[in-house]
């Protein structure tokens, strides 16, 4: 079974477009609920309207993956907000949703590519995080409908 296990917004961006400067401060918050608009982003995220046809209006990331990665790093004082990806999921394999449309809870989505780990990921979480998330950073989608997403519910993820 897929489960929802975490969504997470910020209202500003800490590392992207923050190269060669210091990371911004904007805090990342838990919601039990996102609002997810069709071509726009998520309500009261830091990509909300960025750019007519953004590619990562909303990110995705497989806990398996967050826990592993603790495990490599041996980090343990670390929530999976530090990853900077909008829902944490469980039981899903996010990357095999590259170049599909598919829906959770409703909504349609369109995975776009992977998201990517940068340099910034081992200042945020811990020394060697972008290259043990290599190939494995999470998804970049488009939302094709609006929608809400819950946080802890099951979910049958349709492609």
Known sequence: MNVIRHLYVSVGHNYFGHHGKPPGENPIAEVERV??????????????????????QITFFAWEEYVRLCEALSVHDKTPAALRRNVITEGLDVLSLIGCEFEVQGVRFLGHSECAPCYWMDQAFG?????????????????????????????SVVV
Do not use: M, N, V
């Not at 995080?129 to 802890?152: C, F, P």
């Open 35 to 56: 609002h997810c608009l069709a071509g726009r982003g998520i309500e009261g995220d830091r990509f909300l309207d960025f750019k007519p046809g953004y590619k990562g």
């Open 127 to 155: 020394t060697g995080a972008e290259a043990t998330l290599k190939g494995r950073g999470g998804l970049r989608a488009q939302i094709l409908t609006d929608g809400w997403l819950a946080s802890e519910c099951a979910e």
